[in-house]
């Protein structure tokens, strides 16, 4: 059992005095030091966040959030402590403002405690690629909790608050909220504004809630969701709450085939074939779906993931901000010392395929045709949607693997995203909902739907969920 109560619970109490919110920041505090050795956090905000807790306790208590402590993935601006996005290269960066989402929730009355650990710039599928070191699986100390946002989904897990905030570019909420055993959601490219977040490939890049149930999710999303006049890509939001969480009655879920198939752990495609048994036993029509061009996702987010990585870490250069190299002697050797010393390997991996991919003579090639090969894929998943309201299938082909493994095969990393990044390339919203687990550790159901379906998701979601009990 959670210490923390469903998240509305905590704010009615906080409102009617029967709970203090300096003692609940203290909660959250004693528990991450407590659970240190998982490393799910890099820094807390101590003294502002008690500092806004007994503002809280001694004044006005409004907000649907009040009192409510939350963490958020490290590379989210926000004040209070560092903003390191997991990297050497931002040690020591003190953010001037704060990231838009970071903004809503404490409008609401939430307080940051802490700044959760993070694969560095949030490249990796694992949390190993940390210039601060891994974090280990709730479940499984010799395991990974999964990644970019596994600090955030261990942090949910091991109690430390009633939820964090991660940022998804081809799975990395979804991936660690599997692992790790916690709800994490993907919503509609644009829904949440990324203002503020440490970019990693602008056309991809969403930012979401890692939460113990579906309900404190929908609610946190129904705070998150909106326009935003800092970030050009947001969209407009639900006119109603996604809140609203009633089931739909006569849905068509779709189980995708080529998610099914070789590759799938046998433990892992049994629970998700028991869920698929439970929905079609509430009355849901359950058709297998194709989508032919699935297969090439990973390929096709590994070339335009890669080139926008390239093209939005050129600006640490060691001149304006970020790791600088005193030593050198001339502008070519700082770029080269101070780029050299602040990236990781998986950092620099990354931004050779990607200028690789994106220079003369290649970028027809590689950059063009996966750029082609994405626009196929939107539209074989719009079609699919004609057929079907939403689509089921696994997260990822395992339960979350030992720490190490992995470490000399980076494509052996980049496999365990197989599942996940075709919902980042079209754009769609998804959600990890744990189901049962594999040898004691969490497998995750993932559900996807249309552009703009948030809602209807969640609503899906939620009565999964309770099957699932």
Known sequence: MSQWLPIEEIAEKVRSGELKAVDLVNM????????NEYNAIIS?????????????????KKGRLVGVPFIAKDNFLAFGAETTAGSNMLKGFVAPYQATAIEKLEAEGAICVAKANLDAFAHGSSTENSDFGVTHNPYDKTRVAGGSSGGS???VVLDMAPFALGSDTGGSIRLPASFCGCVGYKPTYGLVSRSGVVAMASSLDVIGPLART???TALILDVLAGRDELDSTTIDRDPESYTILAPAKNLKIGVIKEYMGEGLDDGVKNQIEVS?????NSGAEIIEISLPSLPLSLAVYYIICPAEVSSNLSRYDGVRYGHTDKSAKTVEENYIKSRGQGFGAENKRRIIIGTHVLSSGYYDAYYKTAQTVRTKLINEFNEAFKTVDFLIGPVTPNTAFEIGSHHNEPMLDYLTDIMTVAANLVGIPAISLPIGSVNGLPVGLQLMGKQHSDRQLLALAKQTEELSK
């Open 153 to 155: 989904a261990a942090a």
């Open 276 to 280: 698929i048994a439970k929905l079609r």
């Open 214 to 216: 579906v309900e404190d």
């Open 44 to 60: 807390t905000t101590k003294d502002r966040a008690l500092q806004r807790a007994q503002q809280i306790d001694s004044g006005e």
């Open 28 to 35: 959250a505090l004693k528990t991450i030091e407590d659970k």
